[in-house]
Nanobody, 114 residues
Framework: QVQLVESGGGLVQPLGSLRLSCVAS???????MGWYRQAPGEQRELVAT???????NYADSAKGRFTISRDNDKNAVYLQMNSLKAEDTATYYC?????????WGKGTLVTVSS
């Protein structure tokens, strides 16, 4: 059974930084891994994804501030978030894809507030 476990969320002040981590178990390979987020009352939205070969895709809101990376040996994906804004406040979900199956973590809350 595939499990994705996120960590690294928390409370941070505006313009601060956080690094989210996600470790996957139950399968040794995922074609795509990434991060989505969902703010209260909003739909879940893409933040960033990365393929097994390292190709990345970012939402416009994340470009220039967030960096996604991946460690295939550890089956892990990371999201370095800098210059955080209040509008980045959301629950961040780890995502992984294999073939036609999507997997999701339970989420980690990021709150940006002074």
């Amino acid at each position: 059974q595939v499990q994705l476990v996120e960590s690294g969320g928390g409370l941070v002040q505006p313009l601060g930084s956080l690094r989210l981590s996600c470790v996957a178990s139950g399968r040794s390979f995922f074609s795509v891994m990434g991060w989505y987020r969902q703010a209260p009352g909003e739909q879940r939205e893409l933040v960033a994804t990365i393929t097994s070969s390292g190709s990345t895709n970012y939402a416009d809101s994340a470009k220039g501030r967030f960096t996604i990376s991946r460690d295939n040996d550890k089956n892990a994906v990371y999201l370095q978030m800098n210059s955080l804004k209040a509008e980045d406040t959301a629950t961040y979900y780890c995502y992984a894809k294999y073939a036609w199956t999507n997997y999701w973590g339970k989420g980690t809350l990021v709150t940006v507030s002074s």
